[in-house]
């Protein structure tokens, strides 16, 4: 483990581990813990927010996310990118995320220089490398041009490097902090309009992408639709970022007891912007599975559907004890998508 890792069991984890990439380095990803291994045959019925039941499959399924240092040379960040991604694939991985704006430097004036059409040179590459690894490729996001608009951009791809979905940032980062920070995605980009969810044999994934973490309705929308893991690629900074990364990202699990995962760029102090890092990965119950340092690395967290037959019981008991679902006052509000 490098400088400045953060071993697992100091974080009292038993199924995330991230690994740092340094010259020379060999990567090994965590044995899968005896918790994620499935014992009976029937599938358990978890309760959506809702009231719906649905049947969850047993199978854990390994998750990875990159922690890409991205420089501004784009082919170097698209051919490191796609070495990552077949690092984490060879450890076991069967859904991997690249960070927000993996293939440019982030920032207003870098949008119109750096962006493509999807499909484009970017998304060719992570096709190409989906099929060859047969992982679900979580694109993290690129600029996007589309029409004479640009958007901030996640495409995923399936096993057989198929688009399966493209999302576009919805909730377009603009803010003011005073002495600290003032920025304004609205400048250059344009917000999409859809929301994004994907299928795969381990779980129905939703994504956003970094500010539409701070939307609680976009999560509870997904979570209505069956959605078991949250993906945000995203850049939060230096202000946003000690303040409210983990507490977004274990807010959202909480509410909609789903998994909630991010993946940042690494830390950069000579960038115009300077990404937080610290990729995470949490469980339903708000706990941090596993987390990254500042560096370039790969977080790999072994994700059990949720909720496992085990907590089923706790499932219950937590929902009695404290029954948020059933005590909203549909009387009085609502979260109601206006769009399928």
């Known amino acids: 483990m490098g400088p400045g890792a953060v071993p697992p069991e100091s974080l009292g984890l038993c199924s995330g581990a991230w690994l740092p990439r340094s010259p020379g380095a060999k990567r090994a990803a965590a044995p899968l813990p ?18 719906r039941a649905v049947s969850v ?17 784009k082919s170097d960040n698209l051919t490191r990118a796609c070495g990552l991604v077949q690092e984490a694939a060879r450890q076991g991985a069967k859904i ?30 992570l096709s190409e490398v989906a099929k060859e690894c047969g992982i679900y490729l979580i ?23 198929v688009l399966l979905v493209k999302h576009r940032k919805l909730h377009l980062f603009d803010i003011d902090v005073p002495g600290k920070i003032t920025f304004q995605e609205s400048k250059t980009l344009s917000p999409g309009d859809s929301f994004s969810t994907f299928d795969t044999p381990y779980c129905r ?15 509870q929308v997904y979570a209505q639709r069956g959605c078991q893991l949250l993906v945000y690629p995203g850049a939060f900074n230096l202000t ?12 959202r699990a909480v509410d909609n007891q789903v998994y909630v995962a991010t993946a940042s760029p ?44 085990a907590d089923l019981k706790k499932v219950a008991e937590i929902r009695q004890q404290i029954p948020i679902f059933s005590q909203k006052r549909s009387d009085l509000y609502a979260v109601e998508a206006k769009k399928h």
């Open 205 to 219: 994934v939703g994504l956003g992408i970094c500010y539409d973490i701070r939307f609680a309705e976009l999560a």
């Open 139 to 161: 694109g993290g996001s690129i600029p996007e041009e589309d029409a004479g608009k640009l958007y901030n951009t996640c495409a995923v791809f399936g096993p057989d490097g």
């Open 240 to 251: 946003t970022g000690p303040a409210h990364w983990e507490l977004l990202q274990r807010g």
């Open 57 to 73: 499959p047993l199978a854990a399924f390994r998750l990875a996310l990159i922690q890409l240092q991205v420089s501004s040379v």
């Open 266 to 309: 690494a830390r950069d102090d000579k960038a115009s912007y300077v990404a937080w890092g610290h990729s995470t990965v949490v469980t339903p119950w708000g706990e941090v599975l596993a987390r990254a340092g500042t560096e370039e690395a790969i977080v790999y967290a072994d994700i059990v559907h949720f909720p496992v037959v």
């Open 34 to 51: 005896p918790r994620t291994v499935a014992s009976v045959a029937a599938a358990p019925r978890a309760l959506l927010p809702d009231g």
């Open 96 to 125: 991997v995320s690249l960070p927000e704006c993996f293939n440019s430097p982030y920032g207003t004036n870098y949008f119109p220089e750096y962006a493509e059409k999807i499909p484009g040179e970017s998304t060719q590459k």
